[in-house]
């Protein structure tokens, strides 16, 4: 399907106003300013018109997943492979009225979750905060069927598997990037945390002081972790969801040459310098999440 990378996530706020003001003030993300039924539209350095949606909502949940293409014709073409394939459709390829515009649909996961294809949109001007997260990294979600759905991302969507963390975690690639998408096994669908891409490590802790400084304890780090290799620190933002500043991982060059690796779930593969601690019970207790039943019928 030539899946070329994550697009942006949309998340559902609420403490909106907090967490906007989080991710700007903090993050370092800039407000695009564009409004569509009360959203925030945030910027990385990353040309994408925007990377993070922050929604209007009493609970946490996964409003959408979005990925890119090439083409519009590969958007027709995913479409019609996933039509074959007996996959629900939300939205057939329309116009897209989001900042960026472009042309894709929307279809559910095997976790009822709202994934977005699209291509043609008119790139943006990145973010100018310093030091900004470059991009979006990554998304790990929590499922209670990771057989399930990991098969879909690579079956159907044409993901690659990079590596297993035991039968825990499934780490799923679309470029040379280790992991766009994760999966973690749980009782129930959820989010579980997103991760954003420093520059360089001198990058990441000059982040995590601002982070700091504006009021967010670092909930765990500084380590590196075993699975894709990333410096990692993570904080836990107002609406409750969990935040990742990670860099210096790894990139998969060649996928032939590449073997995944099964992990085992140590606490030396975990931090692979032995300077973070395991995670502790309140971080655990947000990226386990709350329960979340997938699409919601809202525009699109």
Not at 73 to 94: E, M
Request: charged residues 20%; contains cysteine; aromatic residues 10%.
């Amino acid at each position: 399907m030539n899946i070329t990378h994550l697009r942006h996530v949309a998340i559902a706020t609420p403490e909106f106003e907090r967490s906007r003001a989080f991710f700007t003030a903090a993050w370092g993300l800039r407000d695009t300013g564009a409004v569509l039924d009360g959203r925030a539209f945030l910027q990385t350095q990353l040309d994408e018109p925007f990377q993070l949606a922050l929604v209007h909502g009493s609970e946490r949940r996964i409003d959408r997943i979005a990925f890119g293409l090439g083409s519009p014709q590969d958007v027709d073409a995913a479409a019609r492979d996933l039509d074959r394939a007996g996959v629900p459709t939300i939205a057939r390829p329309h116009n897209l009225v989001t900042p960026g515009g472009g042309y894709g649909f929307q279809f559910l996961d095997p976790d009822n979750r709202c994934i977005e294809l699209s291509a043609g949109v008119t790139m943006g001007t990145a973010g100018a905060s310093d030091p900004v997260p470059q991009k979006l990294a990554h998304i790990v979600v929590n499922t209670p069927d990771i057989d399930r759905v990991t098969a879909f991302y690579r079956d159907v969507l044409g993901f690659k598997i990079s590596d297993w963390s035991e039968h825990v975690m499934s780490f799923l690639r679309c470029n040379p990037e280790h992991h766009s998408i994760a999966f973690n096994a749980a009782p129930h669908a959820a989010y579980n945390h997103t991760s954003w891409t420093m520059a360089s490590i001198d990058e990441l802790f000059r982040a995590q002081g601002r982070v700091r400084a504006f009021g967010s304890p670092l909930m765990w780090g500084t380590g590196r972790h075993g699975p894709g290799s990333q410096v990692f620190n993570y904080f836990i933002e107002p609406s409750g969801y969990v935040v990742e500043l990670i860099a210096d991982g790894v990139e998969i060059a060649d996928d032939a040459a590449w073997q995944p690796q099964v992990w085992e779930r140590k606490p030396e593969f975990m931090d692979l310098w032995g300077t973070s601690g395991p995670p502790g019970a309140e971080i655990r207790e947000a990226m386990a999440g709350l329960p979340d039943p997938g699409y919601e019928a809202t525009r699109v």
